[in-house]
């Protein structure tokens, strides 16, 4: 039995030893564990001619699961979606802005990273996160993979996400005012996702706008971008036809009309910008993109 044990153990050693001294190639690189590297192709070099030169914003799709919450299933976009959602957003978001603050203002307050991912991020209570923004440098966007600039509602949808994620980076660098928490401090709410009011007759321009009073300001900044000055009116003093109650609100115009001037004052007084240009602006190229 001794001898036995001792043959085992010498054949154990020698298949080891054999083992680590294959012919093998161990030297491919695990995706995802840094040090990666890739061969620039076009898309890389759209993206630099178009984003990270000019703007000094990186657009980053390969994956890299570390950039998100490692608790989330994800997965990558699409290549073919990366040039086209990149190209509207620039139309949408960064050309607006250029217009009406200059260079000066682009250099100084646009984020340096925008991570892509194909879906969106699932939370545990089955709510969906289409975007975040990160200590003013970084915005996350995600769903990318159901992108069409054809279909209006996804473009909306894409410019409404951007400005409302950019709003917080702007709000994170230049805080906004503490009276605009003060409009309607009863109506937020930790329970906005089963509220069964109509928001724009509370003073809020959606559910999500009740959560708390950072989400309130970057969804007003983006409805009122995205719908334009006219549908934003015609909105509040009219906002959902099902609602009886909603086609006599004043108390929602009242409170509404407070906030939209805060926002207001506080685009002009904090970078100097001129809010209802923008918003025109932002009009004309969601047009734009609609109808290339």
């Known amino acids: 039995m001794k001898y036995l044990k001792l043959f085992i153990s010498l054949l154990?050693?020698?298949?080891?030893?054999?083992?680590?001294?294959?012919?093998?190639?161990?030297?491919?690189?695990?995706v995802g564990l840094g040090g990666d590297t890739w061969v620039k192709d076009s898309i890389d070099k759209w993206l630099y001619d178009s984003l990270l030169k000019p703007y000094n914003i990186e657009m980053k799709y390969k994956w890299d699961q570390s950039e998100f919450d490692m608790s989330i299933v994800l997965v990558p976009p699409y290549r073919s979606k990366v040039?086209?959602?990149?190209?509207?957003?620039?139309?949408m978001w960064i050309?607006?802005?250029?217009?009406?603050?200059?260079?000066?203002?682009?250099?100084?307050?646009?984020?340096?990273?925008?991570?892509?991912?194909?879906?969106?991020?699932?939370?545990?209570?089955?709510?969906?996160?289409?975007?975040?923004?990160?200590s003013g440098l970084k915005i996350?966007?995600?769903?990318?993979?159901?992108?069409?600039?054809?279909?209006?509602?996804?473009?909306?949808?894409?410019?409404h996400l951007i400005?409302?994620?950019?709003?917080?980076?702007?709000?994170?660098?230049?805080?906004?005012?503490?009276?605009?928490?003060?409009?309607?401090?009863?109506?937020?709410?930790?329970?906005?996702?089963v509220a069964q009011e109509n928001s724009w007759t509370l003073g809020f321009v959606s559910d999500y706008s009740r959560k708390e009073p950072a989400e309130d300001i970057a969804e007003l900044v983006a409805t009122m971008l995205v719908m334009g000055r006219s549908r934003y009116d015609s909105t509040l003093y009219h906002p959902f036809e099902n609602y009886p109650d909603s086609l006599n609100n004043p108390d929602g115009i009242r409170l509404l009309r407070a906030k939209e001037k805060i926002v207001v004052d506080y685009f002009k007084d904090a970078y100097n910008l001129d809010f209802y240009a923008l918003q025109t602006l932002v009009q004309q190229e969601i047009h734009n993109v609609l109808h290339r």
């Open 83 to 91: 040039i086209p959602v990149t190209k509207d957003v620039v139309s």
């Open 95 to 134: 050309n607006p802005y250029r217009q009406i603050g200059g260079d000066a203002f682009i250099k100084s307050n646009l984020p340096r990273l925008i991570m892509l991912a194909g879906s969106d991020a699932i939370q545990a209570d089955g709510g969906a996160v289409h975007g975040l923004a990160e």
């Open 163 to 193: 400005h409302h994620e950019y709003t917080h980076i702007l709000n994170q660098k230049k805080a906004y005012p503490v009276e605009f928490n003060k409009v309607t401090p009863d109506g937020y709410t930790s329970n906005w996702s």
């Open 12 to 30: 154990i050693v020698t298949g080891a030893w054999a083992a680590c001294n294959r012919k093998e190639t161990l030297d491919t690189n695990i």
């Open 140 to 159: 996350l966007l995600f769903g990318l993979n159901l992108y069409n600039n054809k279909d209006s509602v996804r473009v909306v949808d894409m410019a």
